[in-house]
């Protein structure tokens, strides 16, 4: 056995912090190789940890909630030693060279069996400063179980923590009592529970930390950087409506639900090929527009922890199942906190579905790094004159942002009537695909 110490890794795509939602172990566990030791949340999403040793935890350096940049040692395992340490690591020649942190992981490995314990506890201990040790540093902070059992799993905590609820004063609904979201959105908001942070009055305070603080961020970048641009257009989507039901009735769907999201963006593909460059980026440093082979489809999903824009690589390719398939994998994935960088890195056009939420439409702003976002509004019943008499019809607003330095005028609105020529009859989709 030898005292290994790992440091808060590179999770990919430059990331240089990360908030500790919640530990996995404690100390005194025993681990194996790849076990999750640790989740955090990223500027991207909130990911798991793995050990890259089997081993006993020694230490929790770091406390639930703290936010903590790469390279910070996070943990101590006393490891197992194995034979390529003994032939690849040669021993410290002194204690302080013994206590340095290794080298950072990168990248996740498979999800293990669970860890024997050596003492037994039911829940995720909570971090807290001891009685004696009060002076908020990290010296002074142990590891304490929580005076009550509370069942909950590391994203409701962390919400629980955002909106300042005390879980123990909460009754699960879940298995073995287990404490929800929905348990948590009943409570009715923060209201009827003191928030963290200072309060004035009767407003209540939550941390702009994690995905909520990166996306704040990016978008005062993008709106501040690009000079943004929007188009409208209103469409009768009757008759996509009519075969987008027909569809789901088939035997393929039977699985996959088939949304009106999942029609639009089999028709935003197809758009592309005609107007490439909206599916784009500008390259400032070298003066160049980079036309992308490839559309890397984003759809924004609205999670609690903030907007999430993860993207289906190589959109272009796929058929109106696949992509139905692909847009609820991600955005369930997305929603349960367990999305993966990956899938947050390259988007190269993306979509905004407002009409969920019962919304005609917007202006929306640019995800960094790309040149065009569509947004659709609610498809609703409306009098619209057709065949020259005035009918009830399924009818849709479309509204394109564009940046203006890399797409002018006559190419937005040229993609935007193809979009909308395709929903109004989706026979010129199945020509053109």
């Known amino acids: 056995m030898a005292l290994r110490h790992f440091a808060l890794p590179d999770l990919g795509e430059g990331l240089t912090e990360a908030d500790i939602l919640s530990w996995l172990v404690a100390e005194g566990d025993e681990i194996v190789l790849n076990q999750p030791i640790v989740e955090v949340e990223t500027a991207k999403a909130a990911v798991e940890v793995p050990s890259p040793w089997a081993g006993v935890v020694r230490r929790l350096h770091v406390p639930q909630g703290q936010t903590v940049p790469v390279g910070t040692t996070i943990i101590t395992i006393d490891a197992v030693a194995t034979s390529a340490d003994q032939e690849s690591v040669p021993a410290a020649p002194d204690?302080?060279?013994?206590?340095?942190?290794?080298?950072m992981l990168v990248g996740y490995g498979p999800r293990p069996a669970q860890a024997r314990r050596r003492r037994r506890i039911s829940a995720v201990p909570e971090l807290v400063p001891s009685a004696a040790g009060q002076s908020g540093t990290?010296?002074?902070?142990?590891?304490?179980?929580?005076?009550?059992?509370?069942?909950?799993?590391?994203?409701?905590?962390?919400l629980a923590r955002d909106l300042g609820v005390d879980l123990r004063s909460v009754r699960g609904s879940g298995p073995a009592g287990s404490i929800t979201r929905a348990d948590l959105?009943?409570?009715?908001?923060?209201?009827?529970?003191?928030?963290?942070?200072?309060?004035t009055g009767d407003a209540h305070r939550l941390p702009m930390t994690g995905m909520r603080k990166a996306m704040a961020e990016a978008m005062t970048a993008s709106a501040f950087t690009a000079p943004h641009a929007t188009v409208f257009l209103t469409v009768d989507a009757t008759e996509t409506v009519r075969m987008r039901r027909a569809l789901a009735a088939r035997p393929e769907?039977?699985?996959?639900?088939?949304?009106?999201?999942a029609v639009v963006a089999r028709v935003v593909c197809v758009a592309?090929?005609?107007t490439?460059?909206?599916?784009?980026?500008?390259d400032e440093d070298a003066h160049e527009i980079v036309l992308h082979d490839e559309v890397n489809l984003g759809i924004a999903v609205a999670t609690p922890r903030g907007l999430l824009v993860p993207n289906i690589k190589g959109a272009q390719a796929l058929s109106l199942l696949d992509l139905a398939g692909e847009i609820e994998r991600l955005t369930a994935t997305a929603r349960e906190g367990h999305t993966r960088p990956a899938d947050l890195a390259g988007g190269t056009f993306s979509i905004t579905n407002v009409g969920v939420f019962g919304i005609d439409g917007g202006t929306p702003i640019l995800n960094p790094g790309e040149s065009a976002i569509l947004c659709l509004g609610a498809i609703r019943p409306t009098p619209w004159v057709h065949e020259g008499e005035i009918a009830?019809?399924?009818?849709?607003?479309?509204?394109?942002?564009?940046?203006?330095?890399?797409?002018?005028?006559?190419?937005?609105?040229?993609?935007?009537?193809?979009v909308?020529?395709?929903?109004?009859?989706?026979?010129?989709l199945l020509a053109r695909a």
């Open 185 to 199: 959105g009943a409570l009715g908001g923060v209201a009827d529970h003191p928030a963290h942070g200072p309060q």
């Open 392 to 418: 009830v019809r399924d009818v849709v607003q479309l509204s394109l942002s564009f940046d203006h330095r890399v797409i002018d005028g006559q190419a937005a609105a040229q993609f935007l009537a193809d």
């Open 253 to 261: 769907f039977a699985e996959t639900a088939l949304t009106a999201l």
């Open 95 to 103: 204690a302080a060279a013994a206590a340095a942190p290794e080298a």
């Open 420 to 428: 909308g020529a395709m929903l109004n009859d989706p026979r010129i």
């Open 276 to 282: 490439p460059l909206v599916n784009s980026k500008l």
């Open 138 to 158: 990290q010296a002074d902070t142990v590891l304490q179980e929580p005076d009550v059992t509370v069942l909950a799993k590391p994203p409701v905590r962390k």
């Open 272 to 274: 592309t090929r005609r």
